[in-house]
C-alpha cells in the first residue's frame, strides 16, 4: 500500500503543469482586513518530547520589531519529502527578524491542525494573530499530516492521534516556556506563560477540547464497544482504557474551535466538564463535521464561558489556507483527499479571505477579552456575532 501511494504521488508530480512549485498565495494578495499594527516575524523550532520520542517541527509567529532585515517567509508543503506547494507570506513575515518587546512578554495561541493537514494549513489566521501582537505556535503531529495522507491514515492512527495530540501542544508550550528563558533566542523573553490559549481546525478542535478539559468516558466507549466493536471509535478504548479520561493543561485559558470535530468523541457530558471559555466557529454548509452535529451541537453542551460564529455559504475547509493548495495544486489535494479536501473550497462557497476576515473579527475581541483582561472588548466581541458585525466594513 506505502509503495502504490508513492508511486501515484510520483504519477501526479509528472503530470503537474512544468512550472515547477506553486505558489499556494501570491504576492499580490491584498493583506487581510483584520490585520493589526505590528510586522510579523517566523521562526522555525523543532520540539522534541523525549518522554513519548515524538519530535514535532513548530512554526512560530511573532510580533516583529521591523521588517527591516530577513528573509521573506515562504512556507513549503512537503509531502513525502518533496515539495508540492509553495505558500507566501500575505503579511509579509519575515523569518527570525528580532521580536517586538516594548510592552514586555506577549500572549501565546497553540494552533492544531486538522487531519491530514499540517502546520501550515491556518498561517493566514496564525499571521493576523501575530500582527495583532499575539504568539503564535502551530506544529505537525507526526502521523496525522499530509505526508502522512500519502500512505493513507488507518483508522489506528487517528485514534492514537486523539491521545497524542494534546500531549504535543503541552510539550510545544514547555518547549516555548525554555526558548524564553534562552539568551539569545530570537524568543528570549516574550512568552507570558499566565496567558496561554489554544486554537484547532477540525480534528484539532477535539485536541483543543481535550486542553481545557473536555472528558472521554471511556468506561461507556467499552461497553457500547462489546455490542458493536465494528465501530473505529472502539479502536480508541485500548489507548485511553476502558474509564474516564480527562487531559487539561492548566496553563490553558481559553479555546477557538474552528469547524470542530470532537462532540462524538466527548460527547455531551464529557464537554459540559470544559473550565474555560470557548468560541466555537461552524460552517453552515459543512459536509466533513456538520454543523449541526458538531459546532452548534458542542456549542450548546458547554458550559463555560461561550461563542457561536456560524459562517454562512462555508465549507469544512473556507476559513483555512487549505483551499489555496485545491485552487493551485487541485490535482495533488484531489488525489490525497477527494471530495474531502474540497469541502469548502470553489467559487460557490464564501471566499477564503472574507472568512478569515469573519473569523478574525470575532477570534481578536475574543484572545483580548480572555488572555489580555480587555473587558471593553466583549462588546466587539458580541457585535462579529450578528449578522451584522459579521459583514461589517
Not at 516556556?177 to 516574550?190: M, P, Y
Not at 461507556?220 to 471509535?233: F, I, P, S, T
Not at 454543523?291 to 465549507?315: C, K, N, V, W
Request: aromatic fraction near 6%; charged fraction near 20%; proline fraction near 6%.
Amino acid at each position: 500500500m506505502a509503495v502504490r501511494s508513492l508511486l501515484t504521488l510520483v504519477a501526479i508530480l509528472m503530470a503537474a503543469p512544468l512550472t515547477g512549485c506553486m505558489a499556494w498565495l501570491g504576492p499580490a494578495e491584498a493583506p487581510p482586513r483584520e490585520a493589526g499594527p505590528h510586522p510579523v516575524g517566523v521562526v522555525h523550532v523543532d520540539v522534541e518530547d523525549t518522554h513519548r520520542g515524538r519530535e514535532l517541527p513548530v512554526e512560530v509567529w511573532y510580533p516583529a520589531a521591523n521588517r527591516t532585515s530577513g528573509p521573506e517567509a515562504v512556507y513549503q508543503l512537503r509531502t513525502a519529502g518533496i515539495t508540492t506547494a509553495r505558500l507566501r507570506s500575505r503579511l509579509h513575515a519575515h523569518r527570525n527578524v528580532p521580536a517586538w518587546r516594548s510592552e514586555g512578554p506577549r500572549p501565546v495561541v497553540l494552533l492544531s491542525h486538522g487531519a491530514g493537514s499540517n502546520r501550515f494549513g491556518n498561517v493566514s489566521l496564525a499571521e493576523v494573530l501575530a500582527s495583532h501582537g499575539y504568539i503564535v505556535a502551530a506544529p505537525d503531529h507526526p502521523g496525522h499530516t499530509t505526508s502522512d495522507r500519502v500512505f493513507g491514515i488507518s483508522d489506528e492512527a487517528r485514534a492514537q492521534s486523539a491521545y497524542d495530540r494534546p500531549l504535543d501542544l503541552t510539550a510545544v508550550l514547555d518547549a516555548l516556556e525554555r526558548r524564553s528563558h534562552h539568551h539569545g533566542s530570537v524568543l528570549e523573553g516574550t512568552i507570558d506563560m499566565d496567558r496561554v490559549a489554544v486554537a484547532g481546525h477540525s480534528f484539532g478542535g477535539r485536541a483543543a477540547l481535550g486542553m481545557v478539559g473536555a472528558r472521554f468516558d471511556g468506561a461507556r466507549q467499552a461497553r457500547e464497544c462489546a455490542d458493536n466493536a465494528e465501530d473505529r471509535r472502539c479502536l480508541t478504548v485500548p489507548i485511553f482504557g476502558a474509564k474516564s479520561y480527562r487531559y487539561r493543561d492548566p496553563r490553558v485559558k481559553a479555546a477557538l474551535l474552528l469547524t470542530p470535530a470532537g462532540f462524538d468523541f466527548y460527547r455531551e457530558d464529557g464537554i459540559a466538564e470544559v473550565d474555560a471559555p470557548v468560541l466555537v466557529v461552524g460552517a453552515d454548509r459543512d459536509a466533513t463535521t456538520p454543523y449541526a452535529e458538531f459546532s452548534r451541537a458542542t456549542y450548546r453542551a458547554l458550559r463555560s464561558e461561550s461563542y457561536l460564529l456560524p459562517l454562512e455559504d462555508a465549507g469544512h475547509l473556507t476559513a483555512t489556507d487549505i483551499c489555496a493548495v485545491v485552487d493551485s495544486v487541485g490535482f495533488f489535494a484531489k488525489a490525497l483527499g477527494g471530495d474531502q479536501a474540497q469541502d469548502g473550497c470553489g467559487e460557490s462557497y464564501l471566499s477564503n479571505e472574507e472568512a478569515l476576515d469573519e473569523v478574525a473579527a470575532a477570534a481578536l475581541p475574543f484572545l483580548d477579552l480572555y488572555l489580555e483582561g480587555h473587558t471593553a472588548a466583549q462588546a466587539e466581541l458580541l457585535a462579529a456575532l450578528t449578522p451584522a458585525g459579521r459583514h461589517s466594513t
